[in-house]
Each structure stands twice: as structure tokens, then as C-alpha cells.
């Protein structure tokens, strides 16, 4: 516990008795639609809106509120942020139901409640700087919580992905990856709440040492975290602009999108309509080209009952020349169904294939099925997909392509097992026509530049509706098919071997750092000496 101030704001030399912490700690509806603006402007820094540069402010109005409120106002209104935030973001789910957008909202805003409850907590430390840097090191804490929870992992939606298109600031996440991206932003928006709060007028509650001192404290604080930002963006845009230095021979590599609705083959309903579509948008590529990559489920059909499928890739990697990535159902001689992608070499064998590891939870498999059976009729399908053994790399001839099917690549662990691997670059193949018409396709193809940054890896990424591209390290667009569009792409990319200083520590260094500073932040630490204030300037409670 730590002693608050509360400030009167009435000028006249007659003071009324200031209300106690209980009473302004109480939930009130002004408390509420700060939680509610935060949630939608939250929402307005991804796609569609795509306002990146207001993340460095979406957050105040929540965290304002959260100075105000005890651990259980602060659960509230990290709920309703969350809900609102991800309602809006989520809002694709729709498509399958209010039942499932409902349930996957709620489990989602789960997270952000409980980190408005451990934000609330971190009010007990009188410093400016060590509120501020506790709330983002809470922030930065859940994220990895909510994205490290197993089959129900989810990261789209973090802070860092608001940055994909702003090359200078996304260099910082081949240091710190893109939590530390989200932590940066966090500590802006929390320093800033800091200022406010310290000079706001009114009857606020406020940590128990004098006001001008901790107005200076804060100012100090913020100023110091825009002049970090100012230097991590001028390093960036320095960085983002140096010439690739690797002495590796390149390749070029193609990417194929046939934007197939469900009538026209996207589903399943003609494999073979599909594959025609397919083969006939892979006939521009030009013969230098030495890879060729199709989408997850490009054909959508189980492949091992279709050994014409599977000629007929041969044959296109025979007259292209050149390796062929496709992705398919497969099934093996016990039955069990795989999401994956099957490899082709340019004398038409197939050499190897990846089946998915993480499956999305109640798309493509129901978690703990054997053990609540009544779990499967919120599947999205009867039957699961079965789990690959482990990530892999692909040998494709004097270099190698770490694969990952969809799902996968909002996992920022899978990208750096695959660098860690030998990858040279990485192969992402997704499958999203399922999504057309909806805004989650900008939403999930935005995650792939902070892939490429954080390994510092050529990204090539294949969908079936979009947005299909090849990425430099730099997570600059080196060429693409825009979403919902029909067509093939290709670049230059040359294989990468170094780690980047992310993928070599991974998520330890800064895990640890939030975790010292949430618990600086909850214990009230540093201590400090309150200043003697006259008695009619403030009054002091306790607060639990």
C-alpha cells in the first residue's frame, strides 16, 4: 500500500472536506467510455482503418482510467477494452456465427482484463517512471501470454503489427522482436498518461508526494522515452537503407494467387478447376525463376488419392525449371489428415513434405476432443486435422526454405526454430479465401514484414485470396498481388545465414526485463520521501 493524494480543484479560499480514494476509486461511466475509446481507437491502428502512427496514443484514455481505479475496476475496464477492441477486430468471426465471434471475443478480452487488473496494481509506485515503464512491462507480459498459451496461442492484434509499413521503426524488431516493438509503444502511451495525470486539473487521485515534483518527474520520464524513440527511428532508417552485404549466390522465387471463391474451387468443391486455375496463372514466370510458390490448400483435395494432381506439378517444375512448393491435403496409411505442402524438384520428383504443427483450435482440429467430446460441435469441420511431427526445412538444391502453413506465421518462436535450423529464407503458404470480403486478410498478411525483420529473412509468402508477396529483411514489398486479385510475382531474394540479435536471445532478455519491472511496479518501488505540502493542499488516504 502506498499513500494517494487527492487534489481539490476548487480555487476559492474555502476548501470542501476532498472525497476519499474509496469513493473516487469507484467505477463510473466516464471511467467506462475511456476503456471504450481506447478499445476503438485501438482498433482504427490495424486494417481497414490502418492508422499506424495513432498507436502512440491509442492506449491513454485506458490507462488514465486505470490510475483511478482499484485491481477490480481495473479488470472491468481492461474487459470492456478488450471487448470492444477485439469485437471490432474480430469481427470476421462473424462469418461463422455470434456464437463463435462471441466466444473467441470474450476468451480474447480475458487477457486484456487481466492485464488492466495488474496495470491498476502498478499505481502503488510513487515514480512516474517506474508506473510508466511497469504498465508497459504488463502489457508486453500479457501479449506474450496470449500469444504462448498453446493450440489457443493468438498474436494479431499486438502493438508491434501497427508498424508493419513503417520501415524505419520495424528495424527495432530484429533486436527485440515485435513485443519489444509493442513494449516501446506501451511505455510512450503510459509516460505520456503520467503527464496527464500530473496535470490535469481536478480532483484526481495521485501518488502521495508533492505535484510539482512528480509533474517534473513525469516530464522527465516522457521526454526521455520520445528522445528513445527518435534515436531507434533514426538507427532504423539508417539501417533500413544499408545494402545487403551476404556473399550468397541469389535466386529468384514466385509467388501464384488465383483469389478462388468457394463456387470457383477455393473449398474443395473442384480440385481440379483449382489446379487448372493454377497452373494456368503460374505460365508468365519466366524461365530464371528457380523457385515457385503456391498457397496452403492450392489444391484442395487430398492428394495422395490423386496421382494425376501430383503429375501434373511434376510436369509444371519440368517445364518451369525450377522448384514447386504446393499445398495440399494429404493422408497417410493410418488415416490421418494432413494440411500440407508438398515439394517438387525442376526434374519432377517430389522430394519432401511439411505437414502443418500448429493447428488452428476448432478450424482445423478441436482441442482435448477425447476429453470434452460436446467441444466438437463448435468444430468447424467433423473431422481434425492431424498435427505434424516438428518443423522442418525444405533442400532445395544449394540452399534451404524454412515452410510455414498460416497459422503459423503469427508465431514468432516458428519463424526463429526454422532460422535456428539452418533457413536461409522462409516460405509462409496461407489459405484465405475462407476470409474474402472481410478486412482479415490485411489483418494476417501484415504480420509476415515483422516475420522477415525479426529473422532478417527474405520472406516468400503465397495466399490463395492474399495479399501474396516476396519481403526483403528489411520488411520492405519487393513485389506482390494485391488481396482479391489473380495473378504471379517474383524477386530476387538471396539467402540469409547470420542471426538476426533477436532470433539468437529470443523473448529471454526482454521477458525478464518486464517481469522486474512489474514487480518494481506492484510493490511500489522506489521508495520516495513525500515533500511537506501545506495541510489544505491535499489530503492523504490509503489505498489498498
Known sequence: MIALTVNDAASDTSRMEAPSVRTMSRLTWWKLALAILSGFLAFLCFPPADIGPLVWAALIPLLLALTQVRPAGGFVLGLVFGFVFMGLYGSFMLLYGNVAWLATVTFQALFFGLFGLSAALCNRSPHPAFRALSVAAVWTLVEMFRGGIGGLGFTVGNLGYTQYDQLPMLQTAAMVGHYGLGFFIAVINASVTQVLLSTMPGVWLRPAIHPAQFAHLAGRTTLTGFITIVL?????????????????????????????????????????????????????????????????????????????????????????????????????????????????????????????????????????????????????????????????????????????????????????????????????????????????????????????????????????????????????????????????????????????????????????????????????????????????????????
Not at 532504423?236 to 535466386?251: K, S, Y
Not at 493454377?278 to 489444391?299: G, M, N, Q, R, T
Not at 533457413?423 to 490485411?442: E, K
Open 232 to 544: 531507434l527511428f533514426v538507427w532504423g532508417f539508417l539501417v533500413a537503407g544499408m545494402p545487403d552485404d551476404t556473399e550468397a549466390e541469389p535466386i529468384e522465387a514466385a509467388v501464384v494467387q488465383a483469389s478462388l471463391w468457394e463456387r470457383d474451387g477455393g473449398t474443395g468443391r473442384d480440385a481440379n478447376k483449382a489446379l487448372e486455375r493454377y497452373l494456368e496463372l503460374s505460365e508468365p514466370i519466366p524461365e530464371s525463376v528457380d523457385l515457385i510458390v503456391w498457397p496452403e490448400v492450392a489444391i484442395p483435395g487430398v492428394i495422395t488419392w490423386e496421382p494425376e494432381f501430383r503429375q501434373k506439378l511434376a510436369e509444371l517444375a519440368m517445364d518451369k525449371s525450377a522448384w514447386l512448393v504446393a499445398g495440399a491435403h494429404e493422408m497417410d496409411e493410418k488415416s490421418r489428415l494432413y494440411n500440407s505442402l508438398f515439394v517438387f524438384s525442376p526434374e519432377g520428383e517430389q522430394t519432401d513434405v511439411y505437414r502443418k504443427v500448429i493447428l488452428v483450435p476448432f478450424g482445423e482440429h478441436v482441442p482435448m476432443r477425447e476429453r470434452f467430446p460436446w467441444l466438437a460441435r463448435f468444430a468447424l469441420r467433423t473431422i481434425d486435422f492431424h498435427p505434424g511431427d516438428d518443423h522442418k526445412l525444405f533442400d532445395l538444391g544449394n540452399v534451404h526454405g524454412g515452410p510455414l502453413i498460416c497459422f503459423e506465421a503469427i508465431f514468432p518462436h516458428a519463424v526463429r526454430e526454422n532460422t535456428l535450423m539452418g533457413a536461409d529464407f522462409i516460405i509462409f503458404a496461407t489459405s484465405d479465401a475462407w476470409a474474402a470480403g472481410t478486412f482479415q486478410i490485411a489483418q494476417h498478411s501484415a504480420t509476415a514484414p515483422l516475420r522477415a525483420v525479426e529473422s532478417r529473412r527474405y520472406v516468400v509468402r503465397a495466399g490463395t485470396w492474399g495479399r501474396s508477396k516476396i519481403i526483403a529483411p528489411n520488411g520492405e514489398i519487393l513485389a506482390e498481388v494485391p488481396i482479391a486479385e489473380a495473378g504471379a510475382a517474383w524477386a530476387t531474394i538471396e539467402p540469409r545465414r547470420e542471426l538476426s540479435t533477436y532470433h539468437r536471445w529470443g523473448d529471454a532478455p526482454l521477458l525478464a526485463i518486464c517481469a522486474l519491472l512489474m514487480f518494481l511496479g506492484i510493490s511500489g518501488r522506489p521508495r520516495m520521501e513525500m515533500l511537506e505540502v501545506p495541510d489544505d493542499d491535499m489530503t492523504e488516504t490509503e489505498a489498498s
